[in-house]
């Protein structure tokens, strides 16, 4: 980005080298995977489980290791534009964390506590995170979409979804 | 049966009081959230997805039709009043349709979209209807290498798309590819990269892959740039043309269903070249040139037709080779195969009535797209004032809620934070996201092809070579060698629209910020400097 803010593009240029590591970290262990197969007694011929691995490996391989002469010869990738994002700044890694957190929450709280208070908390979570401070606001809009998602899984769409804490209440 | 007595059977089953139903249902749901800014046509379909799980196949995919040109209508709505695209086919869109827009001709613009929409979209489907059949009779002769060779293709070509990186587009295939591992391999019955996690067993549900790229990743991304400004929606009132924006339109949405069919229809397209190229034979053929660039309404006719008439070319390689060739068509695909249908040459004759079912309510949402769109513009036009915290938080909340509600596994939800993470890391540094997706789906079913084609040959690798093979094996060479064949060809023969079309992409990435100003340069450089680098993607 030409109006991006001073230094940034020499950070993500050094940040872009661990792109190509974990592409090639990643093509090491496909192939260390698939050597280490045992072999099987039913295929035939070339083709077998542990060709496609090999070759999708190599190409991995092969990719990191032309992406870091690229980023070396000053090759950067493109940050993807969008309609709200503001690409003069610095990832905003607080915002980042606290949404990871919510889902995360959400995940591990989505059997015992049920859909939904697992998915309310999520919501209030995600959009604490995002700036929003109506708390109160917040946590109606939270559960009604959560009670509300669930009403409509479980009775029209007849998809299951865990009622955790509040069964015989919903 | 001609395909006509077929189309007739097919709106049979699509004009049931239910399927109606449901294609309205899809209809309006696509538009509302195909409008909300950041939601693509593909996130759409994504998002939607579980709400189809327990409906009949036929119901669903007729609902899905609806959504299919809803999301995109929704998404041209978006790149006209905002001026924000969310997806690389509406760039073009919102050139003029923003422009008009901000001259008090928003009105008009959404007009011209949406008709050029649905007459792009008619014309399209009609086409499709006429071609499915045709086509699927030559791909029954096609066989399981041909098959394998026309995989390769498609991988190459959505990864050598205009305009950008193409070592990004290799990696990011490569990362698809490696999901698409993840599982018990059918023939032999072995674990590839499940690492002892019984959940990994059955391999990672596309669902969840699509998801996690497309909205969960989008939703991390933006909250780490999210732009605090208050945003700037322009008010419109009923969508409506006159006297001479009709005149001045026609001709476009014919011009521009012309070009995006075969561009859709081929297995290597996308949407954004064609609307890219019906952007500039307008302004050519424009009575009106000094208008472009200030809110010509040719300019928002034309890409809108092409973007329609794309989108239902990119059928006929959907149905009938159970190819994808844009994000949209591959999570369609996803949908179909949801219900264990395979879709395929033989698709047209397994399941006629789903087949020209769907076909029959693509026209039946096109046409309900239109009566729903132009009254309903200023409805539209309110979605987008949406509370940017309330629709991120929407985003990953219905992102987590469809990925439950797949096999009701929290392992799935957490599945769906790293591929979320994957999605964002693709983002910050340019990754595509299409090719990644278009490896996961058809990563596994390449093997399969491969497998089976070397089982029929007993392990002989000419198994492989076909005369139609040879064929897709050297287009693929050309593609993969297209930097340096162009330097050997003469100045004349390089088509001038085409390459004034790249050079529009390339501006037009620049100008919304989809670009370094590095990658700009670097690309100027490219004609000057020979560096010839024969076989080795150069990551240009």
Do not use: C
Not at chain 1, 147 to 161: D, I, M, Q
Not at chain 2, 217 to 232: D, F, S
């Amino acid at each position: 980005m030409s109006s991006a803010a001073p230094g940034s593009t020499r950070e993500q240029g050094r940040s872009e080298y661990g792109v190509a590591l974990f592409l090639g970290a990643l093509g090491v262990l496909l192939i260390a995977q698939a050597l280490l197969l045992p072999a099987s007694l039913i295929v035939r011929g070339p083709v077998g489980p542990k060709a496609v691995p090999l070759v999708v490996g190599g190409l991995l391989v092969v990719v990191a290791a032309v992406l870091a002469v690229d980023i070396a010869r000053g090759g950067r990738g493109e940050p993807e534009g969008g309609e709200d994002i503001d690409l003069t700044g610095r990832s905003d890694w607080a915002t980042m964390a606290l949404l990871v957190a919510a889902f995360a929450a959400n995940a591990m709280l989505i059997e015992s506590l049920g859909w939904p208070i697992s998915g309310a908390i999520l919501f209030w979570g995600a959009a604490f995170a995002l700036g929003s401070r109506h708390y109160v606001r917040d946590v109606a809009i939270a559960l009604v979409l959560s009670v509300g998602t669930w009403y409509l899984f479980v009775l029209a769409l007849g998809v299951s979804l865990p009622v955790g804490v509040l069964r015989g209440i919903l | 049966m001609g395909a006509i007595g077929e189309l007739i059977n097919g709106f049979g089953t699509a004009l049931s009081p239910e399927n109606l139903l449901y294609a309205f249902l899809g209809v309006l749901l696509g538009t509302a959230i195909g409008v909300l800014p950041g939601i693509g046509p593909a996130m759409t379909l994504a998002l939607l997805l579980p709400l189809t799980y327990a409906l009949p196949v036929t119901s669903a995919l007729i609902m899905f039709a609806g959504i299919y040109y809803g999301g995109m209508y929704g998404g041209s709505t978006t790149s006209i009043l905002l001026n924000t695209p969310g997806e690389s086919a509406s760039v073009v869109t919102a050139i003029e349709g923003n422009k008009m827009a901000k001259r008090g001709r928003a009105a008009q613009a959404l007009a011209t979209a949406a008709i050029g929409s649905f007459v792009a979209g008619t014309i399209a489907t009609l086409l499709l209807a006429l071609l499915g059949p045709v086509v699927a009779r030559v791909a029954l002769q096609v066989g399981q290498a041909d098959f394998f060779a026309l995989i390769l293709l498609a991988f190459i070509a959505v990864t050598s798309v205009l305009g950008s990186s193409r070592v990004r587009g290799l990696a990011a295939l490569g990362l698809g590819l490696t999901i698409g591992l993840v599982g018990i391999d059918a023939t032999s019955g072995q674990q590839r990269l499940t690492f002892g996690i019984p959940e990994l067993a059955d391999g990672i549900d596309i669902v969840i892959v699509a998801v996690g790229l497309f909205a969960v990743g989008e939703a991390l991304w933006t909250a780490a740039h999210l732009r605090r400004a208050p945003v700037q929606v322009i008010p419109v009132g009923t969508a409506r043309m006159n006297r001479e924006d009709w005149s001045r339109s026609w001709k476009p949405w014919l011009r521009g269903t012309a070009i995006g069919f075969p561009f859709g229809a081929v297995p290597a397209g996308g949407a954004e070249i064609p609307t890219f190229l019906s952007y500039v034979t307008e302004r050519k053929l424009s009575k009106h040139p000094e208008e472009f660039g200030h809110g010509a309404i040719e300019g928002v006719a034309g890409p809108e037709a092409t973007n329609n008439a794309s989108a239902a070319g990119g059928l006929v390689p959907l149905l009938t080779l159970g190819l994808p060739t844009t994000a949209t068509a591959a999570i369609l695909l996803v949908a179909i195969q949801t219900y264990g249908i395979e879709p395929g040459p033989r698709l047209f004759d397994t399941e006629p009535v789903l087949v020209w079912g769907l076909i029959a309510s693509l026209f039946i949402g096109n046409t309900m797209l239109l009566i729903l769109n132009l009254p309903l513009a200023p409805l539209w036009a309110k979605l987008l004032q949406i509370p940017r915290t309330y629709l991120y938080a929407g985003i990953l909340f219905f992102s987590a809620l469809g990925a439950y509600a797949v096999n009701a596994s929290p392992f799935d939800l957490f599945l769906l934070l790293a591929i979320g993470g994957l999605g964002f890391m693709m983002r910050r540094y340019g990754l595509p996201v299409l090719p990644a997706i278009i490896g996961v789906i058809l990563g596994p079913f390449a093997e399969e092809r491969l497998r089976t084609a070397l089982q029929i040959s007993n392990g002989d690798l000419g198994g492989l070579i076909t005369p139609f093979s040879t064929v897709i094996y050297v287009l693929i060479a050309l593609i993969l060698l297209w930097p340096l064949v162009r330097r050997f060809l003469p100045s004349k023969a390089r088509v001038p629209v085409l390459s004034e079309a790249a050079h529009e992409v390339e501006e037009a990435h620049s100008h919304h910020g989809l670009t370094n100003a590095v990658s700009v340069e670097r690309h100027v450089g490219d004609e000057v400097r020979e560096k010839p680098d024969p076989g080795v993607p150069d990551g240009r």
